[in-house]
């Protein structure tokens, strides 16, 4: 790749998994309906655009593998080729390639030149022969038509220099040329196909001027765009070079001196004095520029650039990164300006200080609003997944998808994939049953995976279903005893919900036997411990012979959360409102002994009771006999922590305990309260398993 398109790297990148991703969806519904030609037609131009920006970029490997796969496209959209199973089987493996390609350019890796799957590409292609098909060109065309778009920026501003140039053209003989060029709409790297349109031209004559300015194309990847050009080059030759670059829409040349046509416009360059120009007023009057505005006409800098609306921009998410952590930081600060300005009796000072809680709480909000993305980002890989991964294991499995508008946090998002993953794969591996099997329990051959996405209060809800086999609790308490993992006297005590909580184990699973996909005993413990680890939870619900169902409780973000900061001997430490259920007061009289735990009766609920000064080996300063009880949700039970005092209501920035420390079990990190104090902030999940 040139050094001149080094620049335009990452937005390539951007653009391609763009495209990867949604034709990776319309790849796995084309399978399932053969017929549709919009999802065909959808396919193609992504096929084409992948080729038409991956030659610009000069990944020629990736298009030509691109081209070749849009040239099997191309005949099953005109229905030269019915689509079958092979076929697609191909395509697919395609897409895989290309796929790998990209994410190797991401990370500067070479990509190697896929011979062997062209010429099984080319094959394919070269069996339609006999049916009447028509052998496309192997290499990459260019585009040669010209679709005339009327979208035109007419205003062009040169300088004196540029003039001069211009003038100095045609007196030496050479033609003095306006070409035009349209980008194609849907284009996603504009910039770059001007920077490669550019560089081609100049190669038949002297670059007198870009409009917009080259470096203003570079900012705001404008959709037309001009380039003055001397050159004694044919107009044809021209347009030709510019159509070169894929994704050019329109080329439009006009002769403004030399041979004369009717449709031509022409500089009057002969009456041009660049002295007098030169002398003219610093600043002209405005005048409207057109192309019939003769070259001499136009006044020397005047700002004549067209409007450029841009509804959307690319930003790198390190850099919303290291912005939420500026606010995170201005928060915090925030924080501590309220707190000190609490001392003194200044109304002007606090009604400025309101203000500025109030900027930083809208920018704070603003930021949060960004980071969202809605969960298809992540749940648009899984029909691929699902269909690869049943076909392996000969089942036949349709996955449904619900909710996937509902947003997360960037970084939550990214968190939960693997899990998902995961449990994907044991519903295929373990709950789906061979399709014989669901025959002759009276089901469907076909069984059915469900995604869904709900929100819950500040929570989202993620459940996976399926409806196969389901989990059968003796299996599971046989398999817990055999390894060691419980007691004959625990088994017999133990629920059915219980047992099936054991496949969260380490080290647990019953499989029969070990399978690429699962059966190893890794897996669902990491899962319950990566969902714990973004401060959520996860609970399994399964009936056997009807299916199971697990449901993941995630907060919306990490950054920045609401927390009720506690005081427990001595020390402050801040609960996470999304875990906590209420708080109250009670009498020591209240507490009830409950196989040898402490307990307490709250409307006709009995709620275990944690000392969180006695778990962190602290002495209490409580004297009185009443205690404060922070009742918080604990996979689906309430659990009530005595705390000493309540100290407030707080928002609060997560920040690390560092490398040193880690992620110490019980503490999602740590934070700084409104008097300046370091606070850790508890994670009732991983506490509480420790104890319950």
């Not at 590409?121 to 040669?144: A, E, W």
């Not at 490669?196 to 870009?210: C, H, P, Q, S």
């Not at 009443?626 to 309430?638: A, D, G, M, P, S």
């Not at 040193?660 to 079990?665: E, Y």
């Amino acid at each position: 790749m040139s050094n001149d398109l080094e620049e335009y790297k990452d937005i390539y990148i951007n653009d391609m998994r763009d495209h990867l991703q949604n034709m990776n969806r319309s790849l796995v519904e084309l399978e399932q309906d053969t017929g549709n030609n919009d999802l065909i037609n959808e396919i193609f131009r992504a096929a084409h655009t992948i080729k038409g920006n991956s030659a610009t970029m000069e990944y020629n490997e990736v298009a030509h593998l691109a081209h070749e796969m849009e040239n099997l496209l191309d005949k099953i959209r005109n229905k030269e080729i019915d689509i079958d199973q092979p076929i697609m089987d191909v395509i697919f493996e395609s897409f895989d390639v290309i796929e790998s390609m990209i994410e190797a350019i991401a990370e500067n890796k070479d990509i190697i030149e896929q011979k062997e799957l062209i010429e099984k590409l080319v094959s394919v292609l070269d069996k339609t022969q006999t049916n009447g098909g028509v052998q496309k060109n192997g290499g990459i065309q260019k585009n040669g038509g010209i679709q005339k778009n009327d979208d035109k920026i007419g205003e062009i501003e040169l300088s004196i220099d540029e003039l001069r140039c211009a003038s100095k053209a045609v007196e030496s003989g050479e033609n003095v040329y306006k070409i035009t060029v349209t980008i194609d709409a849907g284009c996603g790297l504009k910039s770059a196909k001007a920077t490669i349109v550019i560089r081609n031209l100049e190669k038949f004559g002297d670059k007198i001027a870009v409009y917009p300015p080259e470096t203003t194309i570079k900012e705001t990847n404008p959709g037309t765009f001009h380039v003055i050009l001397a050159s004694n080059a044919d107009r044809d030759i021209l347009k030709e070079s510019a159509l070169a670059v894929s994704e050019i829409s329109d080329v439009e040349i006009k002769i403004f001196e030399g041979e004369k046509e009717d449709e031509t416009e022409e500089f009057d360059l002969d009456s041009l004095d660049i002295e007098e120009v030169a002398q003219e007023s610093v600043t002209p009057p405005v005048v409207q520029v057109t192309e019939n505005t003769p070259l001499n006409k136009i006044p020397v800098n005047q700002a004549a650039a067209p409007t450029l609306t841009i509804q959307n921009i690319r930003v790198n998410i390190h850099q919303l990164d290291i912005l939420m952590n500026h606010v995170g930081e201005l928060l915090i600060n925030k924080v501590g300006l309220e707190h000190t300005i609490s001392k003194y009796d200044s109304p002007e000072l606090a009604e400025s200080v309101g203000h500025l809680s109030r900027i930083v709480e809208e920018l704070q909000e603003d930021i949060m609003s960004i980071r969202m993305i809605p969960v298809d980002h992540i749940f648009s890989k899984y029909p691929r997944i699902i269909r690869d991964l049943s076909r392996s294991r000969g089942k036949k499995v349709k996955l449904v998808v619900e909710g996937g508008d509902i947003e997360l946090d960037r970084t939550v998002l990214d968190g939960i994939n693997d899990p998902l993953v995961h449990i994907l794969r044991n519903s295929i591996d373990h709950g789906i049953e061979m399709p014989k099997e669901r025959l002759a329990a009276g089901k469907s051959d076909e069984g059915i995976v469900k995604l869904k996405a709900s929100r819950e209060k500040n929570h989202v809800i993620i459940e996976i279903s399926d409806d196969g086999a389901g989990i059968n609790p003796d299996i599971v308490m046989k398999s817990a005893l055999s390894k060691g993992v419980i007691s004959e006297d625990e088994a017999a005590a133990m629920c059915d919900d219980e047992l099936v909580s054991l496949i969260f184990l380490p080290g647990f699973s019953t499989a029969a036997t070990v399978s690429d996909i699962s059966g190893r005993g890794v897996g669902m413990d990491v899962v319950k411990r990566d969902i714990e680890r973004l401060g959520g939870s996860i609970k399994t619900y399964s009936t056997p012979g009807e299916g199971t169902r697990l449901k993941l409780k995630l907060p919306l973000t990490l950054a920045i959360i609401k927390g009720l900061v506690v005081k427990v001997a001595g020390q402050i430490y801040v609960l996470p409102l999304n875990n906590v259920f209420e708080s109250i007061k009670i009498h020591k009289d209240q507490i009830k002994m409950v196989d040898k735990k402490e307990t307490c009766l709250i409307r006709e609920k009995v709620i275990p009771l944690v000392r969180l000064s006695e778990l962190f080996e602290a002495k209490s300063n409580l004297s009185d006999d009443n205690y404060f009880v922070v009742i918080v949700e604990h996979e689906e039970r309430l659990v009530g922590l005595m705390v000493d005092e309540l100290v407030g209501q707080q928002e609060v920035v997560i920040k690390s305990l560092g490398r040193s420390l880690g992620r110490l079990p019980g503490f999602a990190g740590a934070t700084i309260i409104k008097s300046g104090t370091v606070a850790l902030i508890l994670d009732i999940n991983s506490l509480l398993n420790t104890l319950l």
